[in-house]
């Protein structure tokens, strides 16, 4: 997470730097606040509920179960939908369009991700169970 706010701050200097104007103002500011706050407790109970259920946030391997509870109820991707909650309230903040790019560039990396391949290894890996989950989810939030 640190790394956001590291990127977030650099891309902000740029916008500077390039005598790009800002967008900043209150409403902003406000849903800025929100998406940031909404972002860090959706990302740390999503990994509280993987430690609860055994399993390491940050892993190489697969994981040996299917999370279906607490946050994994309302989002297939509660940990991305976090960080990029997390991206889109710190552009807002700042007021700054090269990070409102790259947040939005980072959803759609992550969409495609997820649709490309991440899915697929969790389909082969939890076979029916997994497909029956994804009707039952979002991929990120909502109504399918």
């Not at 406000?30 to 740390?44: A, P, Q, S, T, W």
């Not at 029956?132 to 979002?138: A, D, I, Q, T």
Request: net charge positive; glycine share 6%; proline share 2%.
């Amino acid at each position: 997470m640190c790394a956001i706010v590291i990127v977030e701050l650099l891309l902000h200097q740029a916008d500077k730097t390039l005598s790009l104007s800002n967008f900043k103002n209150t409403a902003f500011l406000v849903i800025g606040i929100c998406l940031l706050v909404n972002g860090l407790i959706f990302r740390m109970w999503a990994s509280y509920t993987f430690y609860k259920n055994g399993i390491q946030v940050l892993a190489i391997g697969p994981q040996h179960k299917l999370i279906q509870s607490g946050p994994y109820s309302v989002s297939r991707n509660p940990l991305y939908f976090g960080i990029i909650s997390i991206a889109f309230g710190f552009s807002l903040i700042l007021g700054s369009i090269f990070s409102l790019i790259a947040s939005t560039l980072l959803i759609i990396h992550w969409h495609l991700y997820q649709k490309l391949f991440e899915e697929k290894k969790l389909e082969k890996a939890f076979g029916e169970e997994y497909r029956r989950y994804k009707k039952k989810v979002s991929r990120w939030i909502g109504k399918m």
